[in-house]
C-alpha cells in the first residue's frame, strides 16, 4: 500500500492534448493530497497495453479519483447525455474521454473495444448509473461483452470514502448540502487481473467486493481502531457509515435491555450521530430505532400510532411487522458484526433515473461495503472481511447474495 501510485513512463493515449497532461500531472497530486487518497495494489495495472477498469460508482468526481490514483494516464467511458453540461464538456476534451450513446449499444461497444486495441487503459463504471445507497448496485453486461469482444484483460477495483463527498447521493442529493468538516479520506484499491476468457459478471463482482475490503483495511490498517488483531467494531461501525440507512444528521435510539451490536456505538462516535439508550420504547422518543429481540416485542406491545423507522436485528427479522405505522427494516448480524441492512428507497433524482431499492421481500438488505462471500461447501457461505474473524462468518442457512447486493433467504433468487 502507499500513498501516491507510482510513475510508469508511457505514451501519452492517442489525442491526448499537452495540456492533459499537465493537468493530469499536477492536478492529480493537489487531488491526492486534498482527498489524502491511499493506493493498494497500483502494480496490478499493467505497464503498457488495452486493459478495461472496472471500479464501483459512488460520486460525480470518481474520475478525478481514480486519476490521480493510477500510474497510467485513463480513458473514461461516458455517455453522450452528459455533453450537455459545460463543466462535463471541458473534462470530456482535456481527457480524452470515449463518449458513447447508451441507446446505440453495438457502437458504444466498438468504440470501447477500439480503445482498448489501440493500448489504451480505459475506465468503464459497469453498474451504469451512481450509486444512491452507498452500496454497489447491479452490474450491467456491457463489460462482460467489451472485454470478450476486445480480448483484453479486466482489472476491478474499488473507491472507498467518497460517500462522504457532496459529489455522492449520500443524504439523498447531489452538491445541494453542506459538506462534512470531518473527512477520513479516499482509500482505492485495484484488484487482480481478470483475463478475458475468465470473466463473467459473478467473477467481477466477487473481485469488486474483495477489494472493497482490501480498501478498507488498508485505511485502519494502522490505526488505532484496529485492536489486538481481533475483528474491531470501529471499523465495522465505519462500515455502518458507508451507507444510505442511518443518517448522520439524524439522532437513533436504542434499548438499554436490548442486544445491540456494538458498531453503533462506533458509528455514533466515528461520525457524531446522537444514540439514545432508553430503558423502555416511549412514543414521545426519536422515530428511529436500532434494535433486536427485546425491542420487537415492545413495538408489537405497545402499537405505535405514529411512524416509527426500526432497524431490525433480531432473529424473526425477516418476518414483517403488522403494524402498518411501523416502517420495517430487517437487518444481519452475525456475532454481533453488522453484515446488511436494509434501507428506505433512495429518492430519484429525477423522473428519468433507474430504480433503486433499498430493501426488498426475504432479504437482510444490502451487503455492507467491505465484505465478500466464500463458499463454505453444501451451499453455505462465509462472509471475510477486516471486521471479521481470519476463518470468516458462516451466513444463515439458504443465505447468498443477489445481483442487487442483497443478502437473500431463498437461495433460488439467486
Known amino acids: 500500500m502507499s500513498d501516491a501510485p507510482r510513475e510508469i513512463k508511457t505514451t501519452p493515449p492517442a489525442g491526448e492534448s499537452v ?13 491526492r493530497w486534498v482527498y489524502r487518497i491511499r493506493v493498494s495494489n497500483a502494480e496490478r495495472i499493467p505497464v503498457c497495453g488495452g486493459a478495461l477498469l472496472l471500479p464501483n460508482h459512488v460520486t460525480f468526481a470518481d474520475a478525478f479519483f481514480i486519476s490521480s490514483a493510477c500510474p497510467r494516464p485513463v480513458r473514461f467511458v461516458m455517455d453522450e447525455v452528459f455533453m450537455a453540461k459545460p463543466s462535463i464538456r471541458w473534462f470530456v476534451s482535456i481527457f480524452n474521454t470515449v463518449t458513447i450513446r447508451r441507446d446505440q449499444p453495438r457502437e458504444a461497444v466498438r468504440i470501447t473495444i477500439d480503445a482498448l486495441k489501440n493500448g489504451d487503459l480505459v475506465c468503464l463504471f459497469p453498474e451504469g448509473q451512481l450509486t444512491r445507497t452507498g452500496v454497489l448496485n447491479e452490474l450491467e453486461r456491457g463489460c462482460e ?9 479486466v482489472i476491478p477495483m474499488w473507491c472507498d470514502g467518497a460517500w462522504d463527498s457532496i459529489f455522492s447521493f449520500e443524504r439523498g442529493k447531489v452538491f445541494a448540502k453542506r459538506p462534512y468538516l470531518k473527512s477520513y479520506g479516499i482509500s482505492i484499491a485495484f484488484g487482480r487481473k481478470i483475463a478475458p476468457k475468465q470473466i463473467d459478471l459473478e467473477t467481477v463482482r466477487r ?11 488498508e485505511r485502519f490498517k494502522d490505526s488505532r481502531l484496529q485492536t489486538d488483531g481481533q475483528p474491531s467494531t470501529w471499523i465495522n461501525g465505519y462500515q455502518v457509515g458507508q451507507i444510505n440507512a442511518l443518517q448522520r444528521q439524524q439522532k437513533f435510539c436504542v434499548l438499554q435491555t436490548d442486544a445491540v451490536p456494538s458498531a453503533f456505538t462506533a458509528f455514533s462516535e466515528l461520525f457524531g450521530v446522537e444514540m439514545k439508550t432508553c430503558d423502555d420504547f416511549l412514543p414521545r422518543q426519536p422515530a428511529v430505532w436500532v434494535g433486536g429481540e427485546e425491542l420487537r416485542k415492545w413495538l408489537g406491545r405497545k402499537n405505535p400510532s405514529q411512524e416509527i423507522i426500526f432497524y431490525d436485528f433480531s432473529e424473526d427479522a425477516l418476518i414483517p411487522m403488522a403494524n402498518p405505522n411501523i416502517r420495517h ?13 436494509s434501507m428506505q428507497h433512495p429518492p430519484k433524482p429525477d423522473a428519468t433515473s433507474e430504480y433503486q431499492a433499498g430493501y426488498k421481500p426475504n432479504s437482510w438488505g444490502k451487503l455492507l461495503p467491505g465484505f465478500h462471500l466464500e463458499s463454505a461447501g453444501n451451499d453455505r457461505f462465509k462472509i471475510f472481511g477486516p471486521a471479521t474473524p481470519k476463518c470468516g462468518l458462516v451466513l444463515p442457512m439458504e443465505c447468498a447474495l443477489d445481483a442487487e447486493g442483497f443478502l437473500v433467504r431463498n437461495h433460488s433468487m439467486v
Open 19 to 31: 495540456w492533459s497532461q499537465i493537468i493530469r500531472r499536477f492536478g492529480g497530486k493537489m487531488i
Open 145 to 153: 461483452l467489451i472485454a470478450k469482444k476486445a480480448g483484453h484483460p
Open 207 to 217: 473481485e469488486m467486493l474483495v477489494c472493497s475490503a482490501t480498501a478498507i483495511a
Open 329 to 341: 427494516f430487517p437487518c444481519l448480524a452475525i456475532n454481533g458484526i453488522v453484515v446488511a441492512m
